[in-house]
């Protein structure tokens, strides 16, 4: 099965500047979660869809995050406007179930904010 | 609070020396303990799950067990192929989300 798709890959921007982030997650996964990734730590839940309702958001920070996930298929994260402490691999992950044994996780959008 | 701690950050092997990782935790309410291999420039790839103490899981050279405070990730013989970061992360009751721990940083030397 094709795995969960992001884009783009590599993205540079100055700060206060605004970007944003596909995920295409694998076909009939329901759940669907954004994690953050900073350099030498391990990844942070941004934000859990399931189908497109959103199940956690606490650790968003929604002043300047905002995430959708219209159809409840594919998913776009966007961060306006952007901080340098936002530099960070973007992961995106699905499950086919909430609580699934394992999420399968796409290779991540590295953001550099200078 | 949640929490998972992992040990060493590093770890530098000879090929075919065997070690092990640990990663303890705290949780109000273990659902699942988790390991993930995560290579340079990818996502984390699922290895085991385990969920309640005594028990273990093994994939090639790889063994994980768990404990009620601890789980260990054991590696046989080692290979250069082997090498990458390992992440643990736990779920408990309250959540349908992974706590990651920071990981340990693998290498196997030939």
């Known amino acids: 099965e094709a795995g969960v798709a992001q884009s783009p890959r590599y993205k540079i921007i100055e700060k206060r500047q605004s970007v944003a982030f596909w995920c295409n997650p694998i076909?009939?996964?329901?759940?669907l979660y954004w994690y953050q990734q900073i350099l030498g730590q391990g990844p942070k839940l941004l934000i859990q869809?399931?189908?497109?309702?959103?199940?956690?958001d606490s650790q968003l920070p929604k002043d300047r995050f905002s995430a959708e996930r219209l159809k409840g298929v594919d998913s776009t994260l966007k961060i306006q406007p952007a901080k340098l402490e936002d530099s960070a691999v973007y992961l995106c992950?699905?499950?086919?179930?909430?609580?699934?044994?394992?999420?399968?996780f796409g290779s991540g959008t590295r953001l550099t904010v200078v | 609070e949640d929490q998972v701690t992992q040990s060493p950050e590093a770890l530098r092997l000879q090929e075919g020396e065997s070690s092990s990782l640990n990663c303890s935790y705290t949780?109000?309410?273990?659902?699942?303990l988790f390991w993930y291999r995560q290579d340079p420039g990818k996502g984390p790839e699922f290895l085991f799950t385990?969920?309640?103490a005594g028990e273990e899981k093994e994939k090639e050279r790889l063994k994980a067990t768990l404990t009620k405070k601890e789980s260990f990730l054991h590696i046989t013989a080692p290979k250069p192929e082997d090498s990458a970061t390992y992440l643990c992360a736990l779920r408990s009751y309250n959540t349908d989300k992974l706590i990651f721990g920071t990981g340990t940083r693998l290498q196997v030397f030939p």
């Open positions: 949780v109000s309410g273990l659902r699942g």
């Open positions: 076909s009939g996964h329901a759940t």
């Open positions: 385990l969920y309640s």
């Open positions: 869809f399931q189908n497109n309702g959103v199940v956690d």
């Open positions: 992950a699905s499950s086919l179930e909430r609580q699934g044994n394992g999420y399968t």
